[in-house]
């Protein structure tokens, strides 16, 4: 299994380069250079398997043996996983009219990114132990990655995390699950901005070549792969739990709906698709509505500004793994990918050709949910199943109400957080709720972090910060230590 970039200009780079990477060198985002296909017999095979067993057989299709053997890579997803709060890891909450939500939130910090980041997390773990090597993951956070990332890579000493979040733009919960963390390994700063100001300056570090293999630079977002490839078996599993596969008969139709900011969930669940998995898709996105414009108008463009919603994790104006959804749109045409991207990152603005937009829209389907109807459906939810649901969840879900069931393809809906971490927004929808003990005792807990103030050259001047800030704290990688 060899990986390229979706830009063009790299090609034949192993799962441990693109796991010690942020972006291409060229710019673009790592992608196999082929997918692997799932038989009917394969995906029958899997119907008994638990959510971490699926985790390993997913993973075992990008990752060879020659690089982490069949045997590790069973430790040390086993370990990565052991510790969420559920058995099953995940869990399918099953309520009234056909309403299935995928709980992916029973993680340290409450929310889905715990599971890859946490497999991922020991991936890099297990290369740099063996290797005797140390690394620096830069994040940028909308609010929940910063946080799993803290929390998944807390105390290794191999390891430093650096993470930026915008000030006043996440929750409570979000911020003291980064801000609370006093690791030395730990680094947290407090942006004015919003995530997808903060992605500018971070893309100008991962660009730089030399500090990136000088000092092991490397990203946790959904940059890397290996978030999006864990993520594939979020969709495996719902797929065993709720389809009805049976051996020697078709695999049936199967519906997933997912709250989108980033988009890395719903890039996941379109290679599932292309793997062999008889999938259609729903991206249901806020009032921040570029990927529901893109795919039903062309419009691949942002508005001036971020809007700041109840859903603040999805309040992002650069779904940055769209790229990789055009990739794989466009059958691997990196240079009608790099031709897009670029004009996008230039001028914030792109309009599809019509037969790209005609294609994006048969595999795609989107919606969009201002904040009255995130309220409406918790409450809607609330009223018919006593469940309380997250704002971001809600924003799937408000499809369930508005889009009526298809006889015979059944359905899920992604919940990509825990209520917990949305206090504000289930009181505004004036549901009674408790949160957890481990939510409630952040408040109390000494807070570490620094500011990154506005400016007039922000942009620069939170590069130039962050630069000198890997510079002066952390020891360059021996020389000649290949991360790339």
């Given at each position: 299994m060899r990986f390229c970039s979706t830009r063009g200009g790299v090609r034949g780079w192993d799962f441990r380069d693109v796991l010690f990477s942020g972006y291409a060198p060229d710019g673009g985002m790592f992608m196999p250079e082929t997918l692997p296909q799932l038989s009917p017999e394969t995906l029958q095979s899997w119907r008994e398997l638990s959510y971490t067993q699926l985790v390993v057989e997913v993973s075992a299709l990008f990752v060879p043996d020659q690089l982490i053997p069949r045997e590790d890579l069973q430790v040390l997803v086993s370990d990565a996983l052991a510790g969420f709060s559920v058995p099953e890891v995940v869990r399918i909450a099953r309520l009234k009219d056909g309403l299935s939500i995928l709980e992916l939130f029973h993680g340290d910090t409450l929310a889905f990114k715990d599971l890859a980041m946490t497999c991922t997390v020991h991936f890099i773990n297990y290369f740099l132990q063996k290797?005797?090597?140390?690394?620096?993951?830069l994040v940028g956070t909308s609010g929940d990655t910063g946080g799993s990332a803290i929390h998944c890579a807390k105390g290794l000493s191999e390891l430093d995390v650096l993470v930026v979040f915008p000030r006043g733009r996440v929750t409570p919960v979000q911020e003291k699950?980064?801000?609370?963390?006093?690791?030395?390994?730990?680094?947290?700063?407090?942006?004015?901005g919003s995530s997808d100001n903060i992605d500018q300056p971070l893309r100008r570090l991962f660009a730089d070549?030399?500090?990136?293999?000088?000092?092991?630079?490397?990203?946790?977002?959904?940059?890397?792969?290996?978030?999006?490839?864990?993520?594939?078996?979020?969709?495996?599993?719902?797929?065993?739990?709720?389809s009805g596969v049976e051996r020697g008969l078709e695999l049936p139709e199967f519906e997933v709906v997912v709250p989108t900011g980033g988009a890395g969930n719903i890039t996941a669940a379109y290679m599932l698709k292309l793997m062999g998995l008889p999938l259609k898709l729903v991206a249901m996105v806020n009032a921040n509505d570029i990927v529901h414009r893109t795919v039903t108008k062309g419009d691949f463009s942002m508005t001036s500004d971020v809007t700041q919603t109840l859903a603040p994790a999805i309040d992002i104006q650069d779904p940055y793994n769209i790229e990789r959804i055009f990739w794989l749109l466009l059958d691997s045409d990196g240079s009608s990918v790099k031709k897009i991207m670029e004009e996008f990152q230039r001028s914030h603005r792109h309009s599809?050709?019509?037969?790209?937009?005609?294609?994006?829209?048969?595999?795609?389907?989107?919606?969009?949910?201002?904040?009255?109807?995130?309220?409406?459906?918790?409450?809607?939810?609330?009223?018919?199943?006593?469940?309380?649901?997250?704002?971001?969840?809600?924003?799937?879900?408000?499809?369930?109400?508005?889009?009526?069931?298809?006889?015979?393809?059944?359905?899920?809906?992604?919940?990509?957080?825990?209520?917990?971490?949305?206090?504000?927004?289930?009181?505004?929808?004036?549901?009674?709720?408790?949160?957890?003990?481990?939510v409630l005792a952040l408040e109390s807990l000494p807070t570490r972090y620094q500011n990154l103030e506005r400016s007039q050259n922000w942009c620069e001047d939170w590069e130039d910060r962050l630069r000198a800030w890997i510079h002066i704290q952390m020891f360059p990688v021996p020389q000649g230590a290949r991360f790339l």
């Open positions: 290797e005797n090597r140390r690394a620096i993951v699950h980064m801000t609370t963390c006093l690791e030395d390994n730990i680094h947290v700063f407090a942006a004015d070549q030399k500090l990136v293999t000088s000092h092991g630079l490397m990203s946790l977002n959904s940059v890397n792969w290996s978030r999006v490839m864990v993520q594939i078996a979020h969709f495996v599993y719902a797929y065993m739990q709720l599809l050709l019509e037969n790209h937009r005609r294609l994006l829209s048969e595999v795609l389907l989107t919606g969009t949910v201002g904040d009255e109807e995130i309220l409406e459906t918790m409450r809607r939810c609330w009223e018919e199943n006593q469940y309380v649901m997250c704002p971001h969840t809600a924003v799937a879900v408000w499809h369930q109400y508005h889009h009526p069931h298809t006889a015979g393809i059944n359905r899920c809906y992604v919940a990509t957080a825990s209520p917990a971490k949305f206090q504000e927004a289930v009181e505004k929808a004036g549901l009674p709720f408790d949160p957890p003990e481990a």
